[in-house]
């Protein structure tokens, strides 16, 4: 089946400690978006990739690293540097296109800060 | 990108057609009007995609008006299972700028 797969489903940290979380597709997509949701909050972008080896930060970027080494797989790097990273992380992949692309989303990865 | 206005929260009983409106009074010429359902603990979902007038799908219909100054989802004779957040993204989404998402409206259906 083709899809969008994050893992692990839930993780935990102990404070000072890097974790990093998985994302991978096989829906042979160029673009790919990592988003972080707070209780009751809509989805704020962390970063983003268009292509292999390039990526963007989104608007929460600080204390967070990604890397874009495949066309299939986005990790993300939850730094200690990030003073407050217990929340809901949502992957994402599309298409690039002209107009109207669709993004697919994983599961999500529910971090907790122990 | 334009910036979107919907009502933080909406309960309907079983059986009931859902209607939520979103403003977007500055939309540009060529973005697209996106709306998306999330369940808790879930990734956003794809529903329906739209530039102008009316499209349909087996899921819900979006109705533009001409100006695109908002828009309308419209979910006919909800279950339970309808329950959920719904957010409402203007822009053109060509894959080279992410999705924008707000709050969303909260959507609760009532047996």
């Known amino acids: 089946d083709g899809g969008i797969t994050q893992s692990p489903k839930y993780l935990f940290r102990k404070e000072g400690q890097n974790v990093t979380l998985s994302c991978e597709q096989n829906?042979?997509?160029?673009?790919m978006y990592w988003y972080r949701q707070d209780p009751g909050q809509g989805l704020r972008l962390i970063y983003y990739?268009?292509?292999?080896?390039?990526?963007q930060k989104g608007d929460i970027a600080e204390g967070y690293s990604v890397s874009r080494e495949k066309k299939e797989s986005f990790p993300l790097t939850v730094t200690s540097a990030q003073k407050n990273p217990t929340a809901f992380y949502l992957c994402?992949?599309?298409?690039?296109?002209?107009?109207?692309?669709?993004?697919?989303f994983g599961q999500g990865t529910r971090l907790t800060v122990v | 990108l334009a910036k979107t206005t919907q009502p933080i929260s909406m309960d309907s009983y079983e059986g009931q057609e859902v209607n939520i409106t979103c403003s977007h009074n500055?939309?540009?010429?060529?973005?697209?009007i996106t709306w998306y359902q999330q369940f808790p603990s879930q990734g956003p979902r794809f529903i329906i995609q739209?530039?102008?007038t009316k499209v349909t799908n087996e899921v819900a219909s979006l109705f533009i008006p001409a100006d695109r100054k908002s828009s309308t989802l419209s979910l006919p004779r909800v279950s339970l299972s309808d329950t959920a957040v719904y957010y409402c993204?203007?822009?053109?989404?060509?894959?080279?700028?992410?999705?924008?998402f707000g709050k969303g409206t909260r959507l609760s259906v009532i047996a």
């Open positions: 994402a992949s599309s298409t690039i296109r002209l107009q109207g692309t669709e993004a697919f």
């Open positions: 829906l042979n997509h160029d673009a």
């Open positions: 990739s268009q292509i292999v080896n390039d990526f």
């Open positions: 500055n939309i540009a010429t060529n973005d697209y």
């Open positions: 739209g530039y102008k």
């Open positions: 993204l203007v822009g053109v989404y060509s894959g080279n700028t992410p999705l924008v």
